[in-house]
T-cell receptor, first 114, second 113 residues
Framework: DVKVTQSSRYLVKRTGEKVFLECVQD?????MFWYRQDPGLGLRLIYF???????EKGDIPEGYSVSREKKERFSLILESASTSQTSMYLC?????????????FGPGTRLTVT | GENVEQHPSTLSVQEGDSAVIKCTYS??????FPWYKQELGKRPQLIID?????GEKKDQRIAVTLNKTAKHFSLHITETQPEDSAVYFC????????????FGTGTKLQVIP
């Protein structure tokens, strides 16, 4: 059974703080993704990684950075948190292949920036 | 980049009725279209997918249809049950993009017992 875990379910931070969100998957997946989920806006891709130390910007990368030092771990970093970054953050992973692209999601981290 | 539009944003049906959710995509190179279901407080999970070489796919009470020419695809749920109540997301993916998918904005389906 694939497991994707995230470091926190709920997080409250102050404006200007540096925030780290971590995601770990146990299925040796090559690809990992960070999304934010907001009502009415769906799931928007922030960054993704297709290999260790490799990263690509998604649709809304501004204000975020990522790190992938190990294959199983993908971190999302908010360099200086702002209230506009209050959201639900979801991590996902997929294996390479040409069949079904099964994005396995983590449970999400609800981040509140005050 | 790809843009996926999804309608309606909310949908209420009586138990036993059918529900249809529609999506359009902009990138003609997209060839893979998954649907995810997210129950309240839970993570999204893949429920069905379709590739562009197929026009329709069924799995028990759910089916997906694809019109490549019009760049439309739809999710059909028949004989709806209360446990079908959730947010449904359509998505599109093109080849060679590291399996990146672009999601629609979601449809909140409520099945009224």
């Amino acid at each position: 059974d694939v497991k994707v875990t995230q470091s926190s379910r709920y997080l409250v931070k102050r404006t200007g703080e540096k925030v780290f969100l971590e995601c770990v998957q146990d299925m040796d997946h090559e690809n990992m993704f960070w999304y934010r989920q907001d009502p009415g806006l769906g799931l928007r891709l922030i960054y993704f990684s297709y290999d260790v130390k490799m990263k690509e910007k998604g649709d809304i990368p501004e204000g975020y950075s990522v790190s992938r030092e190990k294959k199983e771990r993908f971190s999302l970093i908010l360099e200086s948190a702002s209230t506009s970054q209050t959201s639900m953050y979801l991590c996902a992973s997929t294996a390479r292949g040409t069949g079904t692209i099964w994005q396995y999601f983590g449970p999400g981290t609800r981040l509140t920036v005050t | 980049g790809e843009n996926v539009e999804q309608h309606p944003s909310t949908l209420s049906v009586q138990e036993g009725d059918s529900a249809v959710i529609k999506c359009t995509y902009s990138d003609s190179a997209s060839n893979y279209f998954p649907w995810y279901k997210q129950e309240l407080g839970k993570r999204p999970q893949l429920i069905i997918d379709i590739r562009s070489n197929v026009g329709e796919k069924k799995d028990q009470r759910i089916a997906v249809t694809l019109n490549k020419t019009a760049k439309h695809f739809s999710l059909h749920i028949t004989e709806t049950q209360p446990e079908d109540s959730a947010v449904y997301f359509c998505a599109a993916s093109r080849p060679g993009g590291y399996q990146k998918v672009t999601f629609g904005t979601g449809t909140k389906l409520q099945v009224i017992p």
